[in-house]
């Protein structure tokens, strides 16, 4: 896989794919149009991050590119690429519990806050995707 050098796409299955954690300079492109939504994109090699209508969705810390991320009322899924290990914020629903399941493996569960924010790290290697499954219990 690559980075999404147009920062962000539609994909053939109605998932999402953006980020670019190789530039060097902060790039953002806004009123993207997605299923009716409208997202905003900001990434760059120290963070990614995905808004939509003004809301918080996705950040990474360094930047990553994400590929056919795809949110339903109950599963989050992605794959993920970046040059280092990378922590990952969700902006999911408050007060909830989650499992956490990243390259087939469980990981765990956790709590979000009553922000919303699920915070977890995943181990990148910019050779290989890894894949994230986020469900709530």
């Known amino acids: ?6 920062l962000i796409r539609n994909e053939k299955d ?7 954690y190789t530039l060097n300079e902060k790039t953002k492109l806004s009123d993207f149009e997605h299923s009716g939504d409208l997202y905003k994109i ?3 090699n120290e963070i990614t991050k995905l808004e ?5 969705v996705y950040e990474s810390v360094p930047g990553t590119a994400v590929h056919n ?6 599963t989050i899924s992605f794959k993920v690429e970046g040059s280092e290990d990378a922590q990952i914020t969700l902006e ?19 709590k979000t ?7 977890f790290s995943v181990e990148l290697d910019k050779d290989n995707l890894s894949e994230v499954e986020i469900n709530r219990i």
């Open 113 to 119: 806050n009553l922000g919303g924010k699920l915070m």
């Open 52 to 56: 939509k209508n003004g809301l918080f």
């Open 42 to 44: 900001k990434t760059y």
């Open 69 to 74: 991320f795809n949110a339903t009322d109950s």
């Open 1 to 6: 896989m690559a980075v999404v050098k147009e």
């Open 92 to 110: 999911l629903e408050a007060d909830t519990t989650y499992s956490i399941v990243v390259n087939g493996e469980n990981t765990g569960s956790m």
């Open 14 to 20: 109605g998932s999402l794919s953006f980020g670019d």
